[in-house]
């Protein structure tokens, strides 16, 4: 992957993420957190949000801008990475917050797809059932997989 | 944390700047509500049989 991305923090255990986006509101703190989800096959739940300055909690409200979503996507691919470095190449699952953010995920998905696709297999949910990810067509969720080596 | 604001963008894959300790979003209802919702998304999918190609 060739594409622009933040510099980011690990936790401990690798299961955490962390980033800051800039741009012109400013310096924004976000965080990238996996969870397990089920076994056989192993799938983890990729959360992604805006940390509260004051309250240190997400904020799944906060509609912020930097102009730099697809350094965003960029970034919290490296994080997927990073985290199937310690894991395993284990399906990770991608859901917005609201279907129109799940919507620009989408998009810059799309913009992104052949830099993605080398390392990855990238899936989308459709009315509930897993089809390869295609341009142009509006999915509901998203499955990653990094390829073996 | 080590200051990144100032860090210039980097480009592919790569480390992390710093392991920051442990997570201190454990019990943020954020994450915990996105983990209920993609175990009912999840909990009738069959891999891989249901991939279209």
Redesign the interface.
């Known amino acids: 992957m060739n594409l622009e991305r933040y510099p980011y923090y690990a936790t401990n255990d690798a299961q955490e993420y962390t980033f800051y986006s800039e741009g012109p509101r400013g310096s924004i703190k976000k965080i990238v957190k996996f969870v397990k989800v089920r076994d056989n096959p192993t799938v983890y739940n990729l959360g992604f949000g805006d940390e509260d300055p004051l309250t240190g909690m997400i904020d799944d409200l906060a509609i912020t801008d930097n102009k730099d979503r697809d350094r965003i996507l960029a970034t919290v691919a490296t994080t997927i990475n990073e985290f199937c470095d310690h894991y395993g190449n284990h399906y990770i699952y991608a859901e917005g917050n609201t279907p129109a953010k799940t919507r620009l995920y989408q998009m810059s998905i799309g913009r992104m797809l052949n830099e993605i696709k080398p390392n990855f297999e990238v899936y989308g949910f459709r009315e509930d059932v897993l089809e390869h990810f295609q341009l142009n067509v509006n999915y509901e969720a998203f499955l990653v997989k990094r390829k073996e080596k | 944390?080590p200051e990144?604001?100032k860090?210039p963008?980097?480009?592919?894959?790569?480390?992390?700047?710093?392991?920051?300790?442990?997570?201190?979003?454990d019990n943020?209802?954020?994450?915990i509500e996105?983990?209920e919702?993609?175990?009912k998304?999840?909990a009738?999918?069959t891999?891989p049989i249901?991939?279209?190609?």
């Open positions: 944390m990144t604001k860090m963008y980097q480009k592919g894959f790569g480390k992390p700047v710093a392991i920051i300790g442990e997570s201190s979003h943020d209802p954020f994450f996105k983990l919702k993609a175990k998304r999840l009738n999918v891999f249901e991939i279209k190609k």
